[in-house]
C-alpha cells in the first residue's frame, strides 16, 4: 500500500501517517479504534476533505455574488483595508 518512496525518491509526504495507522492496526485490539487514523491517512493521499471545502467556498462566493452580496474574506473584517 505505502512503499514509503515519493514520487522523486524521497520519503514519501504520507508515509509517516501510515506508520501511525499501520502502527494502530498492528497494536490494537478491535480495528475501529484505528479508524480516525485511517482516516488522516486517506485525506493525505487524496485530499477529499480539502477539495469538499474548497468547493463549498467556491460555491458560497458564487452565491453571494450571484445575489450581489458582497463575498466575506477571512483577511477583511471591515474598515477602509488599510493597515
Not at 458564487?62 to 493597515?83: A, I, M, T, V, W
Request: glycine content about 12%; charged content about 30%.
Amino acid at each position: 500500500m505505502a512503499s514509503g518512496f515519493g514520487i522523486h525518491g524521497g520519503r514519501g509526504r504520507c508515509y509517516p501517517v501510515w506508520l501511525d495507522f499501520s502502527e494502530c492496526m498492528s497494536q490494537c485490539q478491535d480495528p475501529r479504534e484505528c479508524v480516525p487514523l485511517r482516516e488522516d491517512y486517506f485525506e493525505c493521499l487524496h485530499h477529499r476533505k480539502e477539495f469538499t471545502r474548497m468547493n463549498a467556498i467556491s460555491k458560497e462566493k458564487q452565491r453571494q455574488l450571484k445575489e450581489g452580496d458582497q463575498p466575506s474574506s477571512e483577511g477583511n473584517h471591515g474598515g477602509s483595508g488599510h493597515h
